[in-house]
């Protein structure tokens, strides 16, 4: 057993040292750090009351809020293990997660009455169930008013391996798996993101929130947290664009934590134009690519403050970083054109073949990682854990290669990529050069069976509003731009792509809804 700080700690001594300043705003309320952290005090003691402990598990499944902003910190104050669920899941994914991780509280948005319904049918591990919001029992707020009487003062004893948080992948290769977010790793996290994603963070910054606080936002906000800066919820689950440069102006945000669909929604828009942003420092995007032409066109509109990271949840985001000074409008070979960034501080990456074997500079292979933001492992899935530590590393299953710089270059995930006539192609490269295509606001190329050639791609764009596009234009576009053997045999058009709850765009979907249209 190692000692290590409770997570609890970072607001706790916030509170203590800004008492006043405001910690969390949602719409017309605000709450101080003394505020949140009383409140919080007093879920922990109510919930350490009725029953749930050191190393229990307590599902959460809500939009953004106060309450989900608090509960994670009250779990941590008695040693519990905060299970978040991404709120646009259905009722049985979400029952799934509940009694995969065995949980033994839920705390569910009163919005979801088939997920809390469904979630206690399938956990029998549940012995306490509170709602966010009114009229459905026992509510967090009554929770909250239950503990006053004996809040929780002390943060339980930890040590660096105790879990924090299941943190559950998307899925989208089968069952979603638990990664286990430990206190120790976790506390490396928030000075990792604080060094190397937001330098200087104070209390005197502000962080809008526009992406759910179950996955990388909530990561993100413990940084803030650590360092007194508040956070700015968003009114409602749906972006509002205008909205959100509403707030930007309004409280001066300095940073905010995106993914490159909604950063796109936001340069994109006409009220980008409309609102003064010029207090932004830090508007970090990761959980996907950021295609070359969206990025200039983020560039071009909001000045030299991208921050862009590659990470998984099983790694808290920690592989990448590109700061503000390597992004460039301009394509200068002194920059990482397409690159990610270089090692986040304390990380090591490595391009490894299938025999586990490091590839030179330039060589394309599997992306893996060691460093103290590896989680601990799956939770009770010792079969997923030797496939993704084999060989002393964390196979994030993601194809790239570093330049001799050390800069990294994501390729595609190796489920997107196909062999077409013997040779390798990389899906996310030939989206790249189709998003040059003058009129084509999206892309996404998927490998389909081909009697000849073993598999071959179908480019599925989506039109800029207004744009009409001819299919052989696009074709005759990539002559020059891309050798011939990565050109797709079709292009289809359709008004919009799929998207998973946690905004990527699943291919496998792409690819069922090519073959149920016929477009294959």
């Given at each position: 057993m190692i000692p290590t700080s409770n997570l609890a700690s970072l607001l706790l001594q916030t509170a203590r040292r800004l008492p006043d300043r405001p910690g969390l705003v949602w719409r017309d309320a605000s709450w101080s750090w003394a505020r949140i952290a009383e409140r919080v005090q007093a879920a922990a003691g109510a919930l350490r009351a009725r029953g749930i402990g050191q190393g229990d598990r307590v599902m959460v499944h809500a939009r953004n809020g106060n309450a989900i902003f608090e509960s994670c910190w009250a779990c941590w104050l008695i040693g519990a293990v905060w299970v978040p669920t991404n709120f646009r899941l259905s009722p049985p994914e979400a029952a799934f997660l509940a009694a995969n991780a065995a949980c033994r509280a839920h705390i569910v948005d009163t919005g979801f009455p088939e997920h809390r319904s469904a979630a206690k049918a399938e956990n029998a591990a549940c012995i306490l169930e509170v709602a966010i919001g009114e009229g459905a029992g026992l509510s967090w707020d009554d929770l909250v008013e239950e503990g006053r009487a004996a809040p929780v003062t002390e943060t339980a004893n930890v040590d660096r391996d105790h879990p924090a948080w299941l943190f559950y992948t998307s899925g989208t290769t089968g069952r979603p798996k638990g990664g286990t977010l430990t206190h120790g790793q976790l506390a490396f996290v928030v000075v990792n993101h604080i060094a190397d994603l937001m330098p200087?963070?104070?209390?005197h910054d502000a962080s809008l929130v526009v992406a759910p606080l179950s996955h990388g936002a909530g990561i993100h906000a413990m940084a803030q947290v650590?360092?007194?800066?508040?956070?700015?919820?968003?009114?409602?689950?749906?972006?509002?664009?205008?909205?959100?440069?509403?707030?930007?102006?309004?409280?001066?945000?300095?940073?905010?934590?995106?993914?490159?669909?909604?950063?796109?929604?936001?340069?994109?828009?006409?009220?980008?134009?409309?609102?003064?942003?010029?207090?932004?420092?830090?508007?970090?995007?990761?959980?996907?690519?950021?295609?070359?032409?969206?990025?200039?066109?983020?560039?071009?509109?909001l000045g030299p403050c991208l921050v862009q990271y590659f990470g998984l949840g099983e790694v808290t985001g920690n592989i990448t970083v590109l700061p503000p000074e390597w992004h460039s409008i301009e394509d200068d070979p002194a920059f990482p054109i397409g690159s990610c960034g270089y090692p986040r501080t304390g990380i090591e990456i490595a391009i490894l073949d299938g025999e586990n074997r490091r590839l030179p500079a330039n060589?394309?292979?599997?992306?893996?990682?060691?460093?103290?933001?590896?989680?601990?492992?799956?939770?009770?899935?010792?079969?997923?854990?030797?496939?993704?530590?084999?060989?002393?590393?964390?196979?994030?299953?993601?194809?790239?290669?570093?330049?001799?710089?050390?800069?990294?270059?994501?390729?595609?995930?190796?489920?997107?990529?196909?062999?077409?006539?013997?040779?390798?192609v990389y899906p996310r490269e030939v989206e790249e050069v189709l998003l040059t295509f003058p009129g084509v606001?999206?892309?996404?190329?998927?490998?389909?069976?081909?009697?000849?050639?073993?598999?071959?791609?179908?480019?599925?764009?989506?039109?800029?509003?207004?744009?009409?596009?001819?299919?052989?234009?696009?074709?005759?576009?990539?002559?020059?731009?891309?050798?011939?053997?990565?050109?797709?045999?079709?292009?289809?058009?359709?008004?919009?792509?799929?998207?998973?709850?946690?905004?990527?765009?699943?291919?496998?979907?792409?690819?069922?809804?090519?073959?149920?249209?016929?477009?294959?």
């Open positions: 200087g963070l104070s209390h650590a360092r007194g800066a508040v956070s700015v919820l968003m009114p409602g689950e749906r972006l509002d664009v205008p909205e959100a440069w509403r707030l930007v102006e309004k409280h001066r945000v300095s940073n905010m934590f995106t993914v490159p669909t909604i950063l796109n929604a936001l340069c994109r828009d006409a009220s980008v134009d409309a609102h003064d942003h010029s207090s932004l420092r830090h508007v970090i995007y990761a959980g996907a690519p950021m295609y070359r032409e969206d990025q200039k066109h983020a560039l071009r509109k060589e394309t292979g599997e992306i893996c990682i060691r460093g103290p933001a590896v989680m601990a492992g799956y939770f009770q899935n010792p079969a997923a854990n030797e496939k993704a530590f084999a060989g002393g590393w964390f196979h994030t299953g993601d194809l790239g290669h570093l330049d001799a710089r050390g800069f990294l270059t994501i390729t595609g995930r190796q489920s997107d990529m196909y062999i077409s006539g013997g040779s390798n606001a999206e892309a996404c190329v998927v490998g389909v069976p081909h009697e000849k050639w073993g598999e071959t791609g179908v480019a599925v764009l989506v039109p800029a509003e207004g744009a009409a596009i001819d299919p052989a234009a696009v074709m005759a576009h990539l002559d020059g731009r891309l050798g011939r053997y990565k050109w797709p045999s079709k292009v289809v058009l359709w008004d919009a792509l799929p998207r998973s709850g946690y905004g990527k765009v699943p291919k496998n979907e792409v690819k069922r809804l090519l073959a149920e249209r016929g477009e294959a």
